[in-house]
């Protein structure tokens, strides 16, 4: 079973093990907001309701070192893909080696950039000068990081308790719809 997390403002950031939560409301780092009404955390000594949704009642530190992820790449990126400059949906984004591994390109900040699929279909195999297309910006390890928050989306299978706070994430998170038909 998985626990849905809140930061400090009520808004979804991650899911974690029920262990890990419990952990959590144990060292009174987090709240519970929301509990399973079936499913329990027994003992010798006592019994509780397994928590379905936590709160961190503090802000969390951000980490100093920036951990080199798909998820860092686009937030580095912007969400733009560095050849055409278009945004590229968090889950249609590619990450292209500027310089391709069967060139001796390596997976590294200075060397991976978010690419659009067509983009890096385009440029195939080879370094931008040879596919003559243009970065837009020379991808460089980041001292720190835009906000470009995770996602976290209510699926099939999850439990109903998370629909409502998920819910609010799609809102804030979602594609509006352009009412000018463009």
Known sequence: MQTLVLNVGYQPVARVPWETSIVWVLDRVVEIVDEYPDRYIRTANWSVRMPSIV???RPTP???AIKFSRHNVYSRD????????LGVRRDAFTY????PRVLGGRTSWDNVVVACVPCNQQKAGRTPQQARMKLSATPVKPKRLADVPREVRFTEGMPESWRSWLRNAVY???????DEGA
């Open 55 to 57: 709160r961190f009642l």
């Open 62 to 64: 951000r980490r100093r």
């Open 78 to 85: 912007r969400g733009r893909c560095q050849y055409c400059g």
């Open 96 to 99: 292209d080696h500027v310089v």
């Open 172 to 178: 804030w998170d979602g594609e509006l719809e352009n």
